[in-house]
């Protein structure tokens, strides 16, 4: 019996000496891949500085994704989500119908219309962190693990988180290990071998 089953097993091209089991899912982190020519990336994917945007290695594929980013030195900068055809190389990001994302300002951006804006006393500054939940329909805006209440609309098909910066801004994005406890039903990206 053993000898069928294994005749059927090298007959249909299975190799158990070929065979490698994933014994780590990959890290969601900053996608070197996908920046802007401007854009250094360091501490393996979860820093960024330099001008331009870079999306995230894993689109937003679950029903309620969250993440966040911490802000070391302030300038101009901007967080969200973003499709594959995003210029990552525009700044500001949200010119277009490629990006929703909050903007430095604390004005929330997309296909140049402003969509949404954090209250005038909320403005992110250096050492706050920013958390950004999306649902496939919404995207909204947490400080310090404070629901902000501004969502924000809009933008359609595969997203990826994004984040840009410019003038002398360095962030720490957070895809997993946050500062503060994803709000109720969010959680950290997934890849869509996790997900199922």
Avoid at 39 to 64: D, E, F, M, W, Y
Avoid at 188 to 195: A, G, N, R, T, V
């Amino acid at each position: 019996m053993a000898f069928v089953l294994s005749s059927i097993v090298a007959c249909c091209g299975y190799d158990r000496a070929q065979h490698v089991p994933l014994s780590e899912m990959p890290v969601v982190q900053l996608d070197t891949q996908h920046m802007g020519m401007d854009v250094v990336v360091l501490k393996s994917g979860r820093r960024i500085c330099g001008t331009g945007g870079c999306l995230a290695n894993a689109p937003l594929h679950q029903n309620k994704s969250y993440f966040e980013l911490k802000i070391h030195s302030t300038g101009v900068w901007g967080v969200g989500v973003a499709t594959p055809k995003a210029n990552l190389d525009q700044i500001p990001m949200g010119q277009d119908t490629q990006s929703l994302v909050l903007r430095h300002d604390g004005s929330v951006y997309y296909n140049s219309v402003e969509k949404s804006r954090l209250p005038a006393n909320s403005l992110p500054q250096e050492g706050d962190v920013v958390g950004i939940t999306y649902d496939h329909v919404e995207l909204n805006v947490y400080l310090n693990g404070n629901n902000l209440h501004c969502p924000a609309s809009g933008i359609h098909g595969t997203v990826f988180p994004v984040i840009y910066v410019d003038d002398s801004t360095i962030l720490d994005c957070h895809f997993s290990d946050f500062h503060y406890t994803p709000p109720q039903g969010f959680g950290k990206i997934l890849f869509e071998q996790q997900i199922f």
